[in-house]
């Protein structure tokens, strides 16, 4: 397990924790490692999570399924990140996303709802590992209410624009998570469509684009 805290180190569920605390929290968490394959899926829709996991390596894709069968992803998850993180904490609860891998994985399973007992509380790590997970929560609930407010806008222009935006490609050029079909899909839109406007925007001097890298010019 040592071998990843080097990776651990870096995120923000545990920052302020060094040394011995990496074994002291991941002992408190129950923390296992598990490899994945390219396709496997680790949660499936509608299940309760006992688990969050951590990316190690590798890539993983949430996706919400409609009732026709339909995928449409919503985010990617890359090395360092958290998934699952507010529902293992309620594991009575049902996970609305399916979250599949992408490529070969290596996942960090971390029993998150053991930080929420009365022994794990008064404990210096576990209770700085607490206060990571509740501003890791809070940022995620920003982030679902942003992208409730890009699905509400009419416009491919404007959903498009307030995307951008949000990630910062007004100040500099940004590289995007997604290739054009995923972002398609998260925009809520046909690829063809999103493609189309976005040559209109390119012709109009408002964006500048090659492949995955965007920057907004006005």
Known sequence: MEQYFPILATMP???GITGEGFTHVLR???AFVVTAEKGQVLYRNQEQVEYGMIVLDGSLHALLLNSNGGEHRIC???VGQLIGGAYACVPEQEIPVQTQAIKDSTLL???LSNLLNDTSIG???ASRVTVNLLRHIAMANVFQVRKIHILTQKKIRDKLLMYLESIGARKRSVLLPFNRQE???YLGVERSALSREMSYMQEEGVL???KNTLRLLQ
């Open 13 to 15: 569920l545990f920052h």
């Open 28 to 30: 408190c968490l129950e």
């Open 76 to 78: 990617e998850f890359g």
């Open 109 to 111: 399973y971390v029993k």
């Open 123 to 125: 404990g210096p790590y």
């Open 183 to 185: 972002l398609a899909d």
């Open 208 to 210: 500048e684009y090659h």
